[in-house]
C-alpha cells in the first residue's frame, strides 16, 4: 500500500534537521498546494532556501520534485473524488463482497496505526486528561457519530465534555466559551466540510487547541490543527471508512481512562448513584 506524502513526513520528521522540518511544516499548513508551486515558491513560504527543498524532497523518497508533484497531483485528483465516481474494486474471485471489504478496512487500521507514533497518542491523551480546560467535540455529515461516541464516552469520566451538534451557527455561538485551555476534537474526511474549516480558523484565533482526525490527504483543518491522525480511509467502495479513526478514537479513550483512573471511577460511582 503507497504511503501518502502526509503519512511519509510524519515517518520522518524525527530524522529531518531543523530547515527541513520547516519545509515539511510549511507542506503541512498548506497541504498540497504549497508543494505544487516552483521550488522557489515552496522555499520562500518556508524561509528555507531551494537546495533544501529538494533535500527534503529527496529525504522522502522521490527522485526528483516533479516525481514529488506528480504525487501530489494524485493525491488532490483523489482528495476531489466522489462516490459517483470513485473507481471500485473488482469482486473476489468467489464472487464475494465481504473478503475485500474486511482485508481493505484491515489494512487500513494497520496503516493507520503504523503512521501513529506511541508519543503523539501519548501527547494526544495527556492533553484529552488535563482539566483545567475543556473538551468540545463536532464531526462532519458522515464523521460526526464518531464525535458523538467520543464525547459520551470521555463525559462519564470527565467533566466539561461538549459534543458540538446542530447548525453552523450554533456551534459559532459556543466560540464564546473556548479559550486558551480548551481542546477541540474535529472529525473531518474527503470531501472536507467547508463549515467545518471555518470553525476551526475561529477557534484556533481564539487559541483553542485543535486536535483533528482526517484521511491520509488531510483536511484543510490540519493547518489550525496542534495534532493531525492521518487515518486510512479508502475501501472497496463507493464510500469512505471510518473504521480506523474509530479504532484510534477508542483507543485514545482507552489511554484517557487509564490516566483519569481514580477520579474517573469517583465519577462513576457518584454517576450510579444518581441513577
Do not use: C
Amino acid at each position: 500500500m503507497i504511503s501518502s506524502i502526509a503519512e511519509l513526513i510524519a515517518d520522518r520528521l524525527g530524522t529531518m534537521p531543523a530547515s527541513e522540518r520547516r519545509a515539511a511544516q510549511t507542506l503541512i499548513a498548506s497541504y498540497p498546494m504549497i508543494g505544487l508551486k516552483t521550488v522557489a515558491e515552496f522555499s520562500a513560504a518556508a524561509g528555507v532556501s531551494s537546495p533544501t527543498i529538494l533535500r527534503f524532497v529527496a529525504r522522502l523518497g522521490f527522485q526528483n520534485y516533479p516525481e514529488f508533484q506528480s504525487s501530489l497531483q494524485d493525491e488532490l485528483a483523489a482528495q476531489l473524488q466522489s462516490p459517483a465516481t470513485r473507481t471500485l474494486n473488482p469482486p473476489s474471485p468467489g464472487g464475494g463482497t465481504v473478503s475485500p471489504m474486511l482485508e481493505a478496512t484491515l489494512d487500513n487500521m494497520r496503516e493507520t496505526f503504523r503512521h501513529l507514533s506511541d508519543k503523539q497518542l501519548a501527547d494526544i491523551a495527556a492533553r484529552l486528561a488535563d482539566r483545567r480546560g475543556k473538551t468540545f467535540l463536532i464531526g462532519g455529515r458522515f464523521t460526526d457519530p464518531l464525535a458523538r461516541y467520543m464525547a459520551a464516552h470521555l463525559a462519564i469520566i470527565q467533566p466539561d465534555v461538549f459534543h458540538l451538534a446542530g447548525q453552523e451557527s450554533m456551534w459559532r455561538d459556543r466560540l464564546i466559551d473556548m479559550g486558551k485551555r480548551d481542546v477541540l476534537v474535529i472529525f473531518d474526511i474527503r470531501r472536507y466540510q467547508d463549515s467545518l474549516v471555518r470553525f476551526a480558523e475561529k477557534a484556533h484565533q481564539r487559541g483553542v487547541q485543535i486536535v483533528l482526525f482526517t484521511d491520509q490527504w488531510l483536511s484543510p483543518i490540519a493547518r489550525f490543527a496542534r495534532h493531525v491522525i492521518a487515518g486510512r480511509t479508502a475501501v472497496p467502495s463507493a464510500w469512505d471508512s471510518s473504521a480506523a479513526l474509530f479504532v484510534v478514537a477508542e483507543t485514545l479513550i482507552g489511554a484517557v481512562t487509564r490516566q483519569l483512573e481514580a477520579k474517573g471511577a469517583k465519577r462513576i460511582r457518584e454517576m450510579e448513584s444518581l441513577r
